[in-house]
């Protein structure tokens, strides 16, 4: 009975002790705290991916700008001779030529162009969401991997004071040598799982540093413990508010949205184009007859090109149909919005209720069972295979809390992507 009693605490109790443990790893780990917030803003701060975005929207900053510049007008200088019989006449002719675009063609490119950098603007936020998301996921898996990891430690110093026992109890007799190899081999199993945690803590590290911009000294990351435990708990908001605010605030569906008005207006740019767009010269003209005498005045003239072979067809077809693909992104964009939110709603409230109903129910008492186990392993109150189990069901309790902790946290961080909310 008091066997079972320990097994059944160490499955319960492990499993909604990740908080405190969380806590107690984090005293023991050296350096100075990394907080949620603290990482975020140095990702944010260090990720090339934003600076590139930044330097896109400055791009595009740029070309509406220039969209609504006038074309330069062109200055010309031109001389006409003749000469027969050995007299010359001369003519030194200087004009200035201005196009006057009359079809609004300058304001449809600026249009085309604002709605582009406005585009722009709106993938520079949703890069950094991204950002944001992308280290909190790897913040909420380094805390997962650092936890494994120090429950494969705990383990193996359990194990290590089981095998003296075994070995003292070898000796005296009370215990058969098929015990003590059976403990040698788990001993061994859980050696090899204790390296496989340190790996993953150490890839999940080094993951969060890059991402941080400690890239130059990836253990820095390492010697700082992660203090943030970022408690599970269920929204308050129904799906449909958040789908309405997803929709609405969603900064990759605005992009979309700006690209489709972008590629609308290229449309009356390309028609715009279609009417001709008359060039005005003005200038003056000296001539020198042959008699000696001089002669001056102006000139004066208009060029309009003639649309007889280039109607501009095929470019408004092209604009045509980018507009329309653009309008089907949209509508995709909108509908997979719809589907993202709804999806990643579901998994976080489930999580979250789970996660909350385990820490309402279960006291954190899981440390205190496994070292109950061990104790009366240690005076032989306990077989080996039952305190094997006790071992296991903590082990595995604990690192499926936690594994569900990581993935509630991904959600969450994933709903604040999709709506724009703050929810850490």
Known sequence: MF??????GLALAGRCAVVPAIQAQSEVTPGSPLTLAEARARALEASPELRGAREAM???????????????????FSREQTSRAGETNSQNILSL???IEIGGQRGARRQVATLEAEAAKARLVATSAGVSYEVTRVYAMAVAATRRATLADEAAQAFGTAKRVSRARLVGGDVSGYEHRRLLLEAARYASLRSSALLARDSALRTLSLLIGDSAHTRATGDRSLTDTLNPAPLSQPVDSLVALGLRARSELKADQLD??????????????????????????GERLATGESLGGFVAGVSLPLPLWDRRGGA???AQGE??????ALDLRRRETVREIEDVY???QALGQQLSELNAQLGGEALKARKSAETAYSEGEISLLE???SVRAYQEAEAAYITLWSEHVTRRAALERLTGLTLF
């Open 387 to 389: 305190w094997l189990d």
């Open 316 to 318: 408004i077809a092209e």
């Open 260 to 285: 489709a008005q972008a590629a609308a207006a290229n449309v009356r740019a390309a028609r715009a184009a279609r009417i001709p767009t008359p060039t005005l010269s003005g200038g003056f003209k």
């Open 323 to 328: 507009a329309g693909q653009r309008a089907a």
């Open 346 to 348: 579901a998994a976080h």
């Open 97 to 99: 030529d201005q196009p």
């Open 3 to 8: 066997t079972r009693m320990i097994v059944i």
């Open 58 to 76: 400055a791009a595009a900053a740029g070309r509406a700008r220039q969209a609504g510049a006038w074309s330069n007008p062109t200055l010309t």
